[in-house]
């Protein structure tokens, strides 16, 4: 791994760890402005994946939203082994984060903020989802707790366009193969419905603290779960709806975001601005 340019950052410290590298904090010498910048090693890919990466970084660049991580830019180091992407910094961390905290203290996430989560990673979705901008349609395949990123009520998704890693190694493969939908588990099909199903993994993991066990290849029947009293049937039912087996029953991004509750935290979160 290779720490970010001194020539071109200072006070540079690590605030994560995630499969594709070192996440540091900076500060940019020219403008003053505090950064995130992600430590890539393009040694855990093969040359098809390192072009993908580019080909889909630059993609990203169009990818302007306000609940998605925005990227600056993206540096070769000058070992040419380490990818370095600056991007927005978030100051609250990850949504991983939150949970962990609430599970320590023993203390559950307040069903308003569960919807204004789900509002704004919905309406990021609903534009990445969307065949007709620059583009067209662009995948996370990749979504999970760590991957959505906290900057006071607001929640952006990160890590768009960043190749897939091999899971299989880590100890708890478990937990990332139970993100990825049946189908993409089974057949190696990924399309916007499979993005849908990680979402709804997310949200059961947010709202009871629990890690998913199950294995998607060897599902008959949709997870079955249970939530807090404290929870609503209608957030109950939102899970549910976006972890059907058959990909064609899940709920649409558009569908999360028009849910009346759903709106109803949009409204809140525009009275927080």
């Known amino acids: 791994m290779c720490e970010p340019s001194s020539q071109i950052y200072r006070d540079v410290s690590v605030i994560g760890r995630g499969c594709h590298g070192r ?12 950064v995130a910048v ?7 890919f093969d040359a098809a994946a ?24 993206m540096t070769k180091s000058r070992e040419e082994f380490s990818l370095h992407i600056e991007m927005e910094y978030c100051a609250d961390g990850s949504l991983d984060d939150l949970r962990w905290e609430r599970k320590m203290s023993h203390c559950y996430i307040p069903e308003y903020r569960i919807w204004e989560i789900i509002v704004q990673v919905a309406g990021a979705l609903v534009y990445m989802h969307d065949p ?4 067209g349609i662009v995948l996370h395949k990749n979504l999970k707790l760590s991957n959505i990123l906290a900057n006071g009520h607001a929640v952006k998704i990160g890590d768009v366009g960043l190749p897939e890693i091999d899971y299989t190694k880590r100890p708890d493969y478990h937990v990332f193969e139970a993100y990825r939908a049946p189908e993409a588990t089974k057949f190696g099909i990924y399309d916007t419905a499979s993005d849908i199903w990680s979402f709804g993994v997310l949200l059961l993991e947010l709202c ?8 998607p290849s060897l599902l008959k029947v949709a997870p079955q779960y249970e939530l807090w009293e404290e929870y609503s049937d209608d957030l109950y039912y939102l899970i549910e709806d976006c972890l059907k ?29």
């Open 23 to 34: 996440v540091y904090k900076a500060f940019r010498r020219d403008t003053g402005a505090v």
């Open 38 to 44: 992600r430590d890539v090693d393009l040694r855990r």
């Open 50 to 73: 390192v072009r993908h990466l580019f080909e889909q970084e630059k993609a990203e660049v169009r990818l302007v939203h306000p609940f998605i991580v925005q990227n600056h830019s």
């Open 132 to 135: 007709n901008k620059p583009g």
């Open 208 to 215: 009871t603290f629990k890690q998913p066990n199950w294995k």
């Open 245 to 273: 087996l058959k990909a064609s029953e899940r709920l649409t991004a558009g569908d999360i975001y028009l849910h009346p509750q759903a709106q109803e935290a949009l409204r809140r979160l525009k009275e927080y601005e």
